[in-house]
């Protein structure tokens, strides 16, 4: 929370406005009520009263449509002035259960078909949206927290490089910053000029395990190991060993390069190195679970290895192949739990299942849009270090 000098001297040059896109509606009112009870608290704990027009309301969100033409083609439709606003447009490219129809399509009973919104749909609309403003907001803010296309971020063979194409159009298009949450590739910022965020939820996710083991976990170098499945996830994996002060161990991925499966060299085996894990609890992190074949084959060879118990990490949780193999490898002990937040679509299934803990984000996000409004520096978001070591050393009291 900010001293009460802090706060004055960096009243807001712009009124503070929230866009949800479609399938970000519950996400973007969770951060919106955060914000007015997080300026309501500050009001009330300082005994002040900044008489600042719009900066105390009852909801941050703003009013925005999107029809659909029977063809398919979209439009962006903002309900109300935004003129001098600070706006933040919150989009979740990886939400399918959205869907439109288009033309008179049929399914085999007759009625109409939805199609699902795929991820270039979610970003056709966010240009739209843009557009709309038509210059009349005063900054413009995207926070994506999975990033479009972030997967296809380096060019190794004659293809296409489409996450370094969409921010260079986004740039282009007026936006002044863009968030997101543990990028696969930090580096693809290098395309733009602007402000670029890739936030990594560590604390959050400390936190989670904490809370939904009631504090049944020690994070020491002698009970606990912190396990990257890959050579890529290795930052990740170095930052949470570092700041619990456990061990670490890797995974690398032998792949069969005569070969050519969706795009890539099909994995072969996974290779281990590291110091011994029996009867340890292991953690391995990652930035996402798409089929979760990976992520699973790495679990089944931890457990071989006689691991104690195995939590999985991870920001995203696409589960792009179902859940019944997940529900199987948990039958057979494979794992314990798996962490991923709720920044993208999570179906109701997923919600339900005994192995799963959704790890809520809304204040997070909550606590960097307002700072950003603020226009104050949003480094104590992307290093947590001074929170994670007073949360750590308040648990191990208990």
């Not at 190794?156 to 590739?185: K, P, W, Y």
Request: with cysteine.
């Amino acid at each position: 929370m900010m001293s009460l000098t802090e706060y004055l001297d960096t009243i807001p040059q712009g009124r503070l406005g929230i866009i949800a896109m479609k399938g970000c509606e519950e996400l973007a009112k969770r951060v919106s009520d955060q914000i007015v009870e997080l300026r309501a608290k500050f009001e009330s704990e300082n005994d002040t009263n900044l008489h600042l027009k719009g900066y105390h309301r009852d909801s941050y969100l703003l009013s925005a449509t999107f029809p659909r033409f029977s063809t398919g083609e979209g439009k962006a439709v903002i309900n109300e002035s935004i003129r001098g606003y600070d706006l933040f447009i919150i989009s979740d490219c990886f939400n399918y259960s959205v869907k439109y129809k288009m033309y008179d399509l049929k399914d085999a009973n007759g009625e109409p078909l939805m199609v699902p919104m795929s991820p270039d749909d979610h970003f056709a609309d966010l240009k739209r949206v843009i557009s709309a403003c038509a210059g009349k907001a005063k900054r413009i803010t995207v926070i994506m927290p999975m990033l479009y296309e972030g997967r296809q971020h380096r060019r190794s063979a004659r293809e296409s490089l489409d996450c370094a194409l969409a921010l260079q159009e986004l740039e282009n298009m007026g936006v002044s910053n863009i968030i997101t949450f543990d990028a696969h590739d930090p580096r693809v910022q290098n395309s733009i000029r602007i402000g670029f965020e890739s936030v990594s939820p560590t604390y959050q996710m400390i936190k989670a395990i904490a809370k939904s083991l009631n504090n049944d976990i020690k994070f020491s170098p002698e009970t606990t190991m912190m396990i990257s499945p890959d050579e890529g996830g290795m930052g990740r994996c170095v930052y949470y060993s570092q700041v619990l002060g456990v061990q670490l161990g890797m995974f690398y991925k032998r792949r069969d390069f005569s070969k050519v499966v969706d795009g890539r060299n099909p994995i072969v085996s996974h290779e281990f190195l590291g110091q011994n894990v029996e009867g340890k609890d292991v953690i391995v992190v990652d930035d996402m679970i798409s089929s979760g074949d990976s992520m699973l084959d790495v679990c089944r060879q931890l457990k071989n290895l006689k691991a104690r118990r195995i939590f999985v990490f991870s920001s995203f949780g696409l589960f792009s192949s179902g859940l019944e193999r997940f529900d199987k490898a948990f039958e057979e002990g494979i794992f314990d739990r798996i962490f991923t937040t709720n920044l993208i679509y999570q179906t109701p299934q997923l919600l339900k299942k005994e192995w799963y803990y959704s790890v809520d984000m809304s204040k997070y996000v909550a606590l960097i849009i307002d700072t950003l409004n603020h226009d104050r520096s949003v480094s104590p978001f992307l290093n947590p270090i001074q929170k994670i070591n007073a949360y750590i050393e308040k648990y191990n009291l208990k």
